[in-house]
């Protein structure tokens, strides 16, 4: 379970099947992108974000199906992870994940890959790698939102063959996302509330020991 609460609980990670290759991806296009620089610039006009979001893992092959709630501080480089009884706390260098039915704490290198969806980059992963589609807009609730489809430039880098974005219209914000993953499963996050600047303390970064006593350590550097 480590691994995918690392990867924003298994939304993180990219079958590509033979007769879907590049050459047959969809190129990226215009009002698809013009969209999707509005949001980027939008993020990143904010020093940090904290974020409280659903998500949903289903398993067509056994019809199983989970749903966790989490919570997601951003600050640059630096972030915390509240899921699934896990915390994960990175200052943007290390990386340490509170195991609580374990009691332990792992300790590891934060590690940077664009091919990889991360709690850094979840806002914004879509604007390296990736060929995008406008498929048209619809109503969600009230709202009215766009619909893009994400297609990895180079499938054979990313386990999710297939992203799909559901963005508010009026203030381009992401409202759902939904991963397509090789392994068969299909993995949606819904951000549930969105605050800007609502992860501005340093100490929301720093880890102490002192929060977890008696946990064992376990470094994996």
Same mark, same amino acid.
């Given at each position: ?14 079958? $590509? ?6 050459? #047959? ?11 999707? +620089?509005?949001?980027?610039?939008? @993020?990143?006009? @904010? ?5 409280? $979001? ?7 092959? &056994? ?9 997601? @501080?951003?600050?640059? %480089? ?16 290390? *990386? !340490?994940? $509170?195991?609580? &039915? ?6 590891? +290198?934060?590690?940077? &890959? ?8 979840? $806002?914004?992963? =879509?604007?390296?790698? !990736? #060929? %995008? *589609? =406008? ?7 009230? #709202? ?14 990313? +386990? ?7 963005? +508010?219209?009026? /203030? ?12 068969? %499963? ?5 951000? /549930? ?7 501005? /303390?340093?100490?929301?970064?720093? @880890?102490?020991?002192?929060? =977890? ?9």
């Amino acid at each position: 379970m480590k691994k995918s609460i690392i990867r924003l609980a298994g939304i993180l990670t990219f079958v $590509f099947t033979a007769h879907l290759g590049l050459a #047959q991806a969809p190129a990226t296009d215009k009002k698809a992108q013009d969209i999707l +620089n509005g949001v980027s610039a939008r @993020y990143k006009s @904010y020093k940090s974000v904290r974020s409280s $979001f659903t998500i949903t893992m289903e398993n067509p092959k &056994d019809k199983s199906k989970t749903t966790e709630k989490g919570t997601l @501080y951003i600050k640059g %480089s630096k972030y915390k992870l509240d899921i699934a009884g896990q915390e994960v706390i990175s200052d943007g260098k290390t *990386r !340490w994940t $509170f195991v609580k &039915d374990a009691n332990e704490v792992q300790i590891d +290198n934060q590690r940077t &890959d664009e091919n990889t969806i991360t709690p850094t980059n979840i $806002f914004t992963m =879509y604007e390296k790698g !990736w #060929q %995008s *589609r =406008y498929m048209g807009e619809k109503k969600l609730g009230t #709202q009215a939102v766009h619909e893009i489809e994400l297609i990895p430039v180079d499938p054979k880098k990313k +386990n999710i063959f297939k992203v799909k974005l559901t963005i +508010n219209k009026t /203030d381009k914000s992401i409202l759902v996302a939904k991963m397509f993953d090789k392994n068969g %499963s299909i993995q949606t996050i819904t951000v /549930d509330k969105f605050i800007p600047e609502g992860a501005s /303390d340093e100490t929301i970064f720093v @880890y102490s020991a002192t929060k =977890y006593p008696g946990a064992d350590v376990v470094d994996l550097r």
